[in-house]
């Protein structure tokens, strides 16, 4: 695995390159994890995470001004000499020229930004826990609907892009059409993206390629969406029961991540988009702790009750 390249990382995150004459081709962030090297400028290295990207912060510069030149330049060289990916300089702290030349002795390439130490921090470690996420690609159309992500899978042909389109033209944003780039951020949350060549873009059999982006504006499209409901169409199946009351929800399993998932078979005369839509908000409903089909069955009940 390579990772993420240390100049996206830097664009991401505003940094200011400070050895700009650094070759950074082939440089790589392997690790979602930040470190703060407090004990390695003391001398302890036992259990240092190196593959880390390092950010020294407001305490570890004045701890590092507080020594005389030549402790200083001994901590450094220690630590920046320990094959780590960069170091980042926090709170409008800034590298020594002695500072920058070891940095170009061991090829550790430098940045400065005028953040805070925790907001930098924050931000670093949510930006790369979702650029170096397990990631899986997967067939099938992911739309923004009333907010809530819903990836519709089936076979080819069935109507995916179609009714993409259709909830498109209803006010509802598009993500990714044919191929879902979907990264496990957490054991809980999946965020579903396009792959940079076919962003903005949907299949239309007959029709051909469109760009969602250019024909219906910016407010129509989203660069990533996390995966709350999955809607698989299928065939109609006469010999096949569905499921009519909602009662038990069933579930699809993505990167260890357990979704909902609603089988819709597909025929003539549907409109799927107005389908998704109720499934979208019926969702919604159950997240914030209303279920409708639990309220029919409730009513039920009552009334063989009263009627018994």
């Not at 993409?164 to 044919?178: F, P, Q, T, Y």
Request: aromatic residues 8%.
């Amino acid at each position: 695995m390579k990772g993420v390249a240390i100049t996206k990382m830097a664009q991401a995150l505003s940094l200011k390159n400070m050895t700009p004459d650094m070759d950074l081709e082939g440089k790589y962030v392997t690790l979602p994890d930040i470190n703060r090297p407090a004990l390695q400028l003391t001398g302890y290295l036992e259990h240092f995470s190196s593959q880390r990207v390092q950010i020294i912060g407001y305490v570890e510069y004045t701890y590092l001004e507080h020594l005389t030149e030549e402790e200083r330049n001994f901590a450094y060289e220690r630590f920046i000499s320990s094959k780590i990916p960069c170091v980042i300089f926090s709170t409008k702290t800034k590298p020594s020229d002695k500072m920058l030349e070891l940095a170009y002795k061991y090829d550790v390439p430098t940045f400065i930004t005028d953040r805070t130490t925790s907001n930098l921090i924050a931000e670093a470690v949510r930006w790369l826990g979702v650029e170096l996420a397990p990631c899986i690609s997967i067939h099938g159309v992911l739309v923004d609907v009333y907010g809530e992500g819903i990836l519709i899978t089936g076979e080819s042909g069935i109507g995916k892009s179609e009714a993409a389109l259709e909830l498109i033209r209803r006010g509802h944003r598009l993500v990714s059409d044919d191929v879902v780039q979907l990264r496990k951020v957490s054991d809980a949350t999946l965020v579903g993206s396009a792959p940079d060549i076919t962003r903005h873009f949907i299949e239309l059999r007959g029709i051909g390629i469109i760009n969602v982006k250019t024909l219906f504006g910016v407010e129509c499209v989203k660069d990533t969406q996390s995966v709350d409901l999955v809607i698989k169409l299928e065939e109609w199946d006469r010999e096949k029961e569905y499921d009519r009351m909602g009662l038990n929800e069933e579930y699809i399993e993505y990167l260890g991540n357990k979704v909902v998932c609603h089988s819709l078979p597909i025929r003539p005369g549907r409109n799927l988009a107005v389908i998704v839509e109720a499934a979208a908000v019926n969702h919604r409903q159950k997240k914030m702790g209303y279920n409708a089909a639990e309220e029919l069955y409730r009513r039920v009940q009552e009334n063989i009750t009263r009627k018994g």
